[in-house]
């Protein structure tokens, strides 16, 4: 980790409340910005990212994404995380300044709660399919829609009032040469092979993720690996196998979601989302 608890960073712009986690190519951490105090999430490139010859190249593709991130919220999309400033700290580290999300991830819900109602599962999964609609607009995947990247936001005074936002948005997917994506793609269970094995990039990788939530929150289990299906002949059980009680109209999206060979029409995507067409 860079910084340490309670550490002021940016000349006492921000102070350091906590490390949240990193990936393949970011740190995250909890800040409290002091002018504003207001809480922030603050991102920045790992160590193993700084010490690459491409670095440089890295930086670059970075400082647009940043850019392309601040285009997806200009609105203020109720269900895309906001970004709120670019900076570079001290010894030349690059910052990502964004919103920090009161509450847990669909993964650690899950995880708590165990399998979802169809209905409640269902309604993270439509907001997260209108933030993708939105991004997808703007020529921007996310490539990593999975459980521990939507976070709910709930109202502890009202019943069943999670709000899901989608963070982490795919700086580290897509940055990534395709020889070193299956290396830095952390939630294998809910991507389809041609991201991790081939580096192809796509909206219907967006689309075969949101599906491995969905089946993720209706089940509690993590779908089949897709390289096993791919390759190795495993079979996806069928979530209705697992929860019977599930709807046709909702089995049967996932499944389509999730199906290997990517046949979906971007534009059909982009008309109004494959899975929402089907889960309405």
Same mark, same amino acid.
């Given at each position: 980790m860079?910084?340490?608890d309670g550490q002021?960073i940016?000349n006492?712009?921000?102070k350091?409340?906590k490390y949240l986690?990193?990936?393949?190519f970011?740190?995250?951490?909890q800040a409290m ?8 999430v ?5 160590i193993s ?7 440089p190249?890295?930086v670059?593709?970075f400082?647009?994404e ?15 995380v ?5 900076? !570079?700290?001290?010894n030349? +580290?690059?910052?990502?300044e964004m919103? &920090?999300?009161?509450?847990e =991830? %669909?993964?650690?819900y899950?995880?708590r709660?165990g399998?979802?109602?169809e ?5 993270y999964?439509?907001q ?13 995947f ?6 521990p ?10 019943p069943n009032?999670?709000k899901?936002?989608l963070?982490?948005?795919g ?7 395709p020889s070193t994506l ?5 939630n294998?269970a809910?991507a389809p092979y041609?991201? !991790?094995?081939?580096?192809i +990039?796509h909206?219907t990788v967006?689309? &075969?993720c949101l599906?491995? =939530? %969905?089946?993720y929150a209706?089940?509690g289990?993590?779908?089949t690996?897709?390289?096993?299906r791919?390759?190795e002949?495993?079979e996806?059980v ?5 929860v019977?009680s599930l ?8 499944l389509?979601?999730?199906a290997?060979?990517?046949k979906?029409?971007?534009?059909q995507?982009m008309?109004g989302?494959?899975l929402?067409a089907?889960?309405?």
């Open positions: 860079f910084w340490q002021l940016y006492g712009k921000y350091i409340e986690g990193g990936g393949g970011a740190l995250t951490y910005h002091t002018k504003l105090n207001r809480r922030v603050i991102k920045t490139p790992n990212v700084q010490r690459d010859p491409d670095y190249k890295y670059e593709r400082k647009k940043a850019q392309m991130l601040a285009m997806c919220c200009t609105d203020s999309h109720p269900h895309i906001q970004v709120f400033d670019f900076f !570079i700290e001290e030349g +580290r690059y910052c990502l919103q &920090y999300i009161a509450g =991830s %669909l993964w650690e899950v995880q709660q399998k979802l109602p209905t409640e599962a269902v309604k999964i439509r997260m399919g209108l933030a993708l609609v939105e991004v997808h607009k703007k020529g921007v996310h490539l990593d829609v999975t459980p990247n939507i976070m709910l936001n709930f109202n502890s005074g009202i009032s999670g899901a936002v963070i982490d948005f700086i580290a997917g897509d940055m990534s040469p299956s290396r830095s793609f952390g294998k809910f041609e991201l !991790i094995h081939k580096g +990039r909206p967006d689309i &075969y599906a491995g =939530s %969905l089946y209706i089940t289990q993590r779908p690996n897709s390289f096993n791919k390759y002949q495993e996806l069928p979530p209705k196998q697992l019977p709807s046709d109209a909702v089995n049967e999206a996932i389509q979601g999730m290997l060979e990517a979906i029409d971007p534009r995507w008309s989302c494959f929402l089907r889960l309405i």
